[in-house]
């Protein structure tokens, strides 16, 4: 079996790009705030399975990705981009990119100060760390139906991720040197292509994962019903996301 990372979660390419290629297909206006530029020399740390840093490619940068988990990152070489097979938590660089990018992948580490001083580190002087990742109250009424699933089964509840505050990063990155130029909290209702059941398959993995599958089917099955709020007749599952999207400068 592959070993989770400390967030506890184990990453299928193939169940990503089923159920939640909308994520990298959103990137456009995080994207856009980077505004990479031909010949820069860009970091994409936790690429996941290479879409959008595809499109970093685009831009006519040298572009490498980050990713650690082997499925993943093995995706993203398929697509003939370079990729460091490690955790963020560790060093990346030093004053070796023009700009660290990130999308949808900070709230994953669970050491976030450490990451951000490692993109401090590897980033040139005047280099941009731009990223986009959950916020304050992103997914939080998946996260509490998972809880009360779990709850009322007498098993531990995770907390596998950080959706920090405006304020709360602002000063992480100040504290780690970095000239904040924007950080914004932006609620973004997202519909879910394959529903609430291929979210959860795809993104539940630090809660259910270490259950029996039939307690685990169970726990996922209780939290979609508990969920049923979140289903439009109309337009389907849409999750309560909430996006934090920032840009600091390396002095």
């Known amino acids: 079996m592959t070993e989770a990372p400390a967030a506890g979660q184990v990453w299928s390419a193939r169940d990503y790009a089923e159920n939640a290629d909308f994520v990298p297909a959103l990137g456009a206006d995080v994207l856009a705030l980077l505004d990479p530029q031909p010949g820069e020399r860009i970091l994409d740390v936790g690429c996941g399975n290479g879409t959008l840093t595809a499109r970093l490619v685009e831009s006519g940068a040298t572009v490498t990705g980050l990713e650690p988990d082997p499925d993943l990152a093995a995706a993203t070489r398929a697509r003939s981009i370079q990729v460091l097979s490690q955790d963020a938590h560790e060093p990346f660089g030093e004053a070796t990119y023009d700009a660290v990018f990130s999308n949808a992948a900070l709230h994953w580490m669970r050491n976030p100060e450490r990451v951000i001083a490692n993109a401090h580190r590897a980033l040139r002087p005047g280099g941009r760390f731009v990223a986009e990742q959950g916020g304050f109250g992103n997914v939080a009424s998946i996260s509490v139906a998972i809880s009360a699933a779990l709850e009322a089964r007498d098993l531990p509840i995770a907390e596998p991720w950080d959706f920090p505050s405006p304020m709360l990063q602002r000063k992480r990155l100040e504290a780690a040197g970095f000239t904040v130029v924007s950080v914004d909290l932006i609620p973004r209702p997202t519909p879910l292509p ?58």
């Open 194 to 251: 394959t529903g609430m059941e291929g979210w959860l398959k795809t993104f539940a993995g630090p809660f259910v994962g270490s259950l029996d599958p039939a307690l685990a089917d169970d726990v996922l099955a209780d939290t979609t019903r508990r969920l049923a709020p979140l289903h439009d007749p109309e337009e389907g599952w849409v999750a309560d996301y909430v996006r934090l999207r920032f840009h600091a400068i390396r002095p």
